[in-house]
């Protein structure tokens, strides 16, 4: 065997190994979608207190309203998201430009703006209803559920009394710890693969538009953001002091 035949030999080696690849390549993501294999790989917890939204329900009032409740139906968790949302705050300021005799206007502190955002999700769904026998929390079934709690975001609440949409606490690891928001606008495209019987779609793009609200009772100051730890626990949302009890509140609970 001459030099040749090893050179032969070895270009065949390659082809074999780049045929078989390239048949691996080939392999259809639908079907690697469903496939047993796929559900070994460890999935994305569902946790919306580290990564997701939870709703203030801090009056139990909402709770109230749905029947059969358990505490995980207060809780939206996130499977996927575009970007970490940035972080904007502005302050006001009045310029002052009438003085007479002054070099320049004087600036007045008016107050500070609000944070505004949006979030981009995404939701993959691994299998299509919750059973045994694949192990990921990320059913079509779970991800119908999350999409239909967050287009409530934006609804009224009727029962009897009107209320607002509920306030969620916002968590994206320790950037976004416990921040409370409101939804301003929800927009959901539905992108393809779609299921053939159903024609859900398996992959969400879910469009939150957020403003972070603090409750009146929650104040935050400059020397407290400047001498705040790296866990960003200072822009937290503070439950109200369950020792205060002001009279319209004396008379509520007396009705």
């Not at 993501?29 to 070994?40: A, P, T, V």
């Not at 302050?91 to 944070?115: H, K, L, T």
């Not at 976004?176 to 693969?193: G, H, L």
């Amino acid at each position: 065997m001459g030099i040749f035949d090893d050179v032969k030999k070895t270009f065949r080696n390659i082809s074999n190994y780049w045929d078989s690849l390239d048949a691996d390549l080939r392999y259809s993501e639908n079907n690697l979608l469903w496939s047993e294999e796929y559900h070994k790989m460890k999935s994305v917890p569902p946790n919306a207190l580290l990564f997701g939204l939870s709703i203030i329900d801090w009056d139990k009032s909402f709770s109230k309203r749905i029947r059969s409740y358990k505490a995980k139906d207060l809780h939206i968790p996130f499977q996927y998201i575009e970007q970490i949302p940035e972080w904007v705050k502005g302050a006001e300021w009045n310029s002052i430009s009438d003085v007479i005799g002054r070099f320049a206007p004087q600036d007045v502190y008016s107050n500070s703006g609000p944070i505004d955002f949006d979030i981009k999700l995404h939701y993959y769904a691994e299998a299509n209803k919750n059973t045994d026998e694949y192990a990921t929390h990320w059913t079509l079934e779970n991800i119908e559920t999350y999409t239909k709690r967050l287009q409530s975001l934006v609804y009224p609440m009727y029962d009897g009394l009107y209320s607002p949409p509920p306030k969620l606490k916002l968590n994206i690891g320790s950037i976004y710890r416990d921040i409370p928001v409101i939804i301003k606008n929800v927009s959901i495209a539905w992108k393809s693969p779609y299921q053939i019987s159903t024609l859900q779609s398996i992959l969400r793009e879910i469009t939150l538009s957020c403003r972070v609200a603090y409750p009146s009772w929650q104040a935050i100051s400059c020397p407290k953001v400047y001498m705040g730890k790296s866990d960003n626990a200072v822009f937290a949302y503070q439950q109200l002091d369950k020792k205060y009890n002001s009279t319209s509140m004396s008379r509520i609970y007396k009705r």
